[in-house]
């Protein structure tokens, strides 16, 4: 096994090697290494740090590459990124794409403009039309301008909404989607071979003017989907420190919202995100400072993006109090207003495109191909498609089946989402990822999903409501849901796994006072195969209770996803059936604690 198989490969070393690199291989590494800053922090380190840096690779997966900044193959730096694009780029060759387009962008974190230059001049050497985004910007223009060029890949340096000690390697293949496997692992050993990355050629980027046309059409888009009203209602909104601000405040305007209030100490990118302690609406505390200013200007609606704006959550006031909604109550708005406009504009004889019931004269772009899903409707091609993940909560299937679309659950990610079949009109994930534009990106984007909150918002205000009144209407019409996260972190991996065996020994039981049963993906041949468990089932009042159990891909945790719902109610008895409800949820939140601590909810 040479040098560089072993540190690309970690898992095939022999086991006693598998934590330890040999003096050799750290030779090797340092002298390929072709920034002489990253060389020199390797030279310096004390000799335990040394073999630390050494004792594990950055894997190249579904998602690409995602890790620390620093030097060594086990962190994002310029020979990691080197080595990862002339792998990638071999790959594309194999298959076909020889002098293919690339599209590659940037987000404003650490390193980003040394990883991108990396990578479009190491596509350039391969002989690929490279369409750089030479300015920091949004994930979701990747996304787009590989559907509309018809790019053979696209390329996007961000680590999102990771620590600002982070960056990564984010690609999408034909049709603008996230690779799934066997690519992921084709391309990894394509990385393995590259040579040392001082060796790997690089040449001059000619200025592409398509690259222009990107941002320019992704607005245009924008405009078609959502139109123009001239809107009263008053927006408060934060990139998070990240890159979306510029183009979500160009969005909103063409769009008719020009009271818009950005909070002043996030607007601008930063990539050490000072005033927060993880870049990620979905944090505690990450959203205060925009609450704040919600508050104090009397807005309509407040909006937060993730660093790389793919992902967006919003904000209203709920029960008389601001908060920020769960991307289940986002996704049960967007559901129910994608799929009402839909059948509205169908009922007056207008031709739609795939969303939102928008006119769209244009030719839709290629579909990606079917991957792992389960249909809860009809699968039929003319139905229209919503889709959301395994641990997402119910509301979606049930505003499908009232609108007769078909619903779809996926593995987690937008990597299966998108997959889940045609015409896919929406889809989402928990973790605030909204698809509302399936024919321009095939991925989450915050842009478009602001842009359509601030819709929603106006349209209701017009009737003098707000969305906390949306939401009430959800529950009137599909039942009232409550959830919440519960996440376990842990030291070792083994830790998991023992909690996962004891979760699979108790198949059926009671948790919060619910008789449930469950249900193991990990058994299961219709392509949800995963290790996640989830138990379900109803008490004697006709409440509903889910308790999806699984590891998580990125971080040492066992997360706990929980939702109670009811059955469609009286809006005069809402705040009475959601105490009720909150009850339940409080007691399964209590048994999962205990299980935690060893003992059992279940059995």
């Known amino acids: 096994m040479t ?40 030279r310096s380190l004390p000799k335990d740090e040394l073999s630390r840096r050494f004792g594990d690779t950055l894997h190249f997966g579904t998602a690409g590459l995602r890790g620390p900044v620093q030097a060594g193959p086990a962190g994002m730096n310029v020979a990691t990124v080197t080595r990862a694009t002339d792998g990638l780029a071999r790959w594309l060759i194999e298959h076909g794409h020889r002098g293919a387009t690339v599209v590659v962008g940037r987000d404003a974190r650490h390193g980003s403009q040394a990883f991108f230059a990396a990578t479009t001049e190491v596509l350039a050497a391969h002989g690929f039309a490279v369409v750089a985004l030479e300015e920091p ?13 018809g790019a053979a890949a696209g390329i996007q340096i961000t680590a999102s909404h990771n620590p600002a000690s982070d960056n990564g390697y984010k690609v999408y293949l034909e049709h603008g989607a996230q690779i799934v496997p066997p690519a992921d692992s084709e391309i990894e050993s394509a990385i393995a ?48 420190h990240g890159v979306g601000g510029e183009i979500a405040l160009q969005a909103l305007h ?91 504009a169908a009922e007056a004889g207008e031709v739609t495109g795939t969303t939102a019931g928008a006119v769209d004269d244009r030719a839709p772009v ?18 229209p498609v919503v889709a959301t993940t395994i641990v997402s909560g119910t509301i979606l299937a049930a505003i499908a089946q009232a609108h007769h679309a078909r619903h779809v659950r996926t593995l987690t990610g937008f990597k299966w989402l998108v997959r889940a079949g045609e015409p ?38 017009l009737a003098d409501r707000g969305i906390a009144d949306l939401l009430d209407d959800l529950a009137v019409a599909h039942g009232l849901r409550v959830g919440t996260q519960k996440s376990i972190r842990v ?25 449930v049963t469950m249900n193991d993906y990990a058994r299961r041949d219709d392509g949800l195969a995963t290790d996640a468990v989830e138990f379900s089932g109803r008490n004697g009042s006709g409440m509903g209770l889910r308790v999806c159990a699984r590891p998580s891909g990125t971080e040492p945790k066992l ?45």
């Open 3 to 42: 040098t560089r198989d072993r540190l690309a490969h970690p898992e095939h070393r022999p086991p006693e090697e598998t934590a330890v690199a040999t003096s050799a291989e750290i030779s090797e590494w340092i002298d390929g290494d072709p920034d002489p800053q990253t060389r020199a922090e390797l």
């Open 137 to 149: 910007g949004p994930t979701p223009l990747v996304a787009f301008g590989t559907r509309l060029l």
């Open 193 to 240: 071979d590259s040579a040392p990355a001082v060796d790997i050629a690089r040449a001059a980027v000619p200025v592409d003017p398509r690259a222009h046309a990107i941002p320019e059409q992704y607005l245009s888009r924008l405009a078609d989907r959502f139109g123009h009203r001239p809107s009263q209602l008053r927006i408060a909104l934060t990139p998070m």
């Open 254 to 344: 063409q769009a008719g919202f020009h009271d818009v209030h950005v909070v002043a100490e996030q607007a601008d990118p930063d990539p050490d995100f000072p005033t927060v302690a993880f870049p990620n609406p979905e944090e505690n505390g990450a959203t205060d400072l925009l609450l704040d200013l919600a508050e104090s200007i009397h807005a309509d609606l407040a909006i937060a993006l993730d660093p790389d704006a793919d992902r967006c959550s919003i904000g209203a006031v709920i029960d008389g109090r601001w908060r920020m909604l769960t991307g289940d109550e986002t996704g049960g708005l967007f559901g129910e207003a994608i799929l009402s406009r839909r059948e509205s």
């Open 366 to 383: 290629p579909a990606v191909s079917t991957g792992p899903a389960v249909s809860t409707g009809p699968a039929v091609s003319t139905v």
């Open 424 to 461: 896919l009109v929406y889809a989402y994930e928990e973790a605030i990822g909204h698809c509302v534009d399936p024919d321009a990106v095939r991925d989450k984007d915050g842009i478009s999903a602001a842009v359509f909150a601030a819709t929603l918002a106006h349209d209701a205000a």
């Open 491 to 515: 030291e070792q991996h083994r830790q998991i796994v023992e909690m996962m065996q004891r979760l699979r020994a108790n198949p059926s039981g009671t948790i919060g006072g619910v008789d």
């Open 559 to 603: 997360k706990f996803y929980l939702e109670v719902s009811s059955p469609p109610t009286d809006r005069s008895v809402l705040s009475t059936v959601r105490d009720a409800c909150r009850l339940v949820l409080n007691a399964a939140v209590r048994d999962v604690t205990e299980f935690v601590a060893g003992s059992p909810p279940v059995g």
